[in-house]
């Protein structure tokens, strides 16, 4: 299995970001999904998650009514629109899943996942 995450970038704050995570092995219509990004010294944090039908969604408390994951199914493809960004989410971001099809339990903690992206840097700054 292999999650691939792209479309970070450097952008100025107010800016929008759109970032994809592909993937290999696995077909994102049967796990949820999750999004966490990290800083340097720092612990890795939700951002957002999808379940599996795409009929749920959750977001981190810092990034509701900006952020907004979605699917693209025929792609296999897992998005995070970013808008109104701030310096504040410069980190570098993540896609997971976990091991198991069809739960949802524990969708805000990295310790629920099993596969994760490389990681993609989105720096705002101006």
């Known amino acids: 299995v292999q999650l691939q995450a792209s479309g970070g970038g450097l952008v100025q704050p107010g800016g929008s970001l759109g970032l994809s995570c592909a993937a290999s092995?696995?077909?994102?219509?049967?796990?949820?999904t999750a999004w966490f990004r990290q800083t340097p010294g720092k612990e890795r944090e939700f951002v957002a998650a999808?379940?599996?039908?795409?009929?749920?969604?959750w977001y981190a408390d810092s990034v509701k009514g900006r952020f907004t994951i979605s699917r693209d199914d025929a792609k296999n493809l897992v998005y995070l629109q970013m808008n109104s960004l701030v310096p504040e989410d410069t980190a570098i971001y993540y896609c997971?899943?976990?091991?198991?099809?069809?739960?949802?339990?524990?969708?805000?903690?990295?310790?629920?996942?099993?596969?994760w992206g490389q990681g993609t840097l989105v720096t705002v700054s101006s």
């Open positions: 997971a899943i976990p091991e198991r099809p069809y739960v949802n339990t524990g969708y805000s903690r990295s310790r629920t996942y099993n596969y």
């Open positions: 092995g696995r077909t994102f219509s049967t796990y949820t």
């Open positions: 999808i379940n599996w039908t795409g009929g749920r969604t």
